[in-house]
């Protein structure tokens, strides 16, 4: 078992920036991709980037790329989601999540462990 705990959100005007973090605990952090997913009222959640456990290969939504990098640092078991350029689109529950195994899934059902989430507000 895992724990995530998301941290960073809030809300800021469009153009602005955010960093989400996620603290881990549990299982060794280095031993697992994961992913940063979000959710609309209304609207499924949503793969928006995720990273090897190596931190060596990622991915990201067509939505958010050139926009938001994933990174982390397994001697912090921390990983981290920096959001540039904001768009009110962008509004949403974020949620940090563990994927079993070293390389990265898309699909949402391949993640174990999950955060409580953290509110994104991007104001227009």
């Known amino acids: 078992q895992v724990q995530l705990v998301e941290s960073g959100g809030g809300l800021v005007q469009a153009g602005g920036s955010l960093r989400l973090s996620c603290a881990a605990s549990?299982?060794?952090?280095?031993?697992?991709?994961m992913g940063w997913f979000r959710q609309a009222p209304g609207k499924e959640r949503d793969l928006v980037a995720a990273?090897?456990?190596?931190?060596?290969?990622?991915y990201y939504a067509d939505s958010v790329k050139g926009r938001f990098t994933i990174s982390r640092d397994n001697a912090k078991n921390t990983g981290y989601l920096q959001m540039n350029s904001l768009k009110p689109e962008d509004t949403a529950v974020y949620y940090c999540?563990?994927?079993?195994?070293?390389?990265?899934?898309?699909?949402?059902?391949?993640?174990?462990?999950w955060g409580q989430g953290t509110q994104v507000t991007v104001s227009s």
């Open positions: 999540a563990r994927n079993s195994g070293l390389y990265y899934k898309t699909n949402l059902g391949e993640y174990a462990d």
């Open positions: 549990g299982r060794t952090f280095s031993s697992y991709a």
């Open positions: 990273i090897s456990a190596s931190g060596l290969s990622t």
